[in-house]
């Protein structure tokens, strides 16, 4: 059964950093994103990078979250600095076999896998 585990979430306050990590159970995946959900709003994609090394950032992460990854241990990483009360919300871990040109990453629907979430909180 195809298992990704998040970690790092947490509480921390305005101006911020945390690191997310995301260690998938197989080495098949192609392509690996952070999503996250505040109460009340849909799941909006943040970043998502593949085996190649392309990386995508929404506008709201760009020049304040870093994604990258370590192949040989399958896990992906999100370093978030900067952060505001706005970031607040739960994280997901995606991940798919396909290569990110051929699919629109921010589509939640062009994700096949998904992690349970990781909590992260940010006091103004």
């Known amino acids: 059964q195809v298992q990704l585990v998040e970690s790092g979430g947490g509480s921390v306050q305005a101006g911020g950093s945390l690191r997310l990590s995301c260690a998938a159970s197989?080495?098949?995946?192609?392509?690996m994103g952070w999503f996250r959900q505040a109460p009340g709003k849909e799941r909006e994609g943040v970043a998502a990078?593949?085996?190649?090394?392309?990386?995508n950032l929404a506008d709201s992460a760009k020049g304040r979250f870093t994604i990258s990854q370590d192949n040989a241990k399958n896990t992906q990483y999100l370093q978030m600095n900067s952060l505001s009360p706005e970031d607040t919300a739960l994280y997901y871990c995606?991940?798919?076999?396909?290569?990110?040109?051929?699919?629109?990453?921010?589509?939640?629907?062009?994700?096949?896998?998904w992690g349970q979430g990781t909590q992260v909180t940010v006091s103004s």
């Open positions: 990078i593949d085996r190649t090394g392309s990386t």
């Open positions: 995606a991940a798919d076999r396909d290569l990110m040109y051929r699919f629109d990453w921010m589509n939640t629907d062009s994700w096949g896998y």
């Open positions: 197989e080495n098949t995946f192609n392509s």
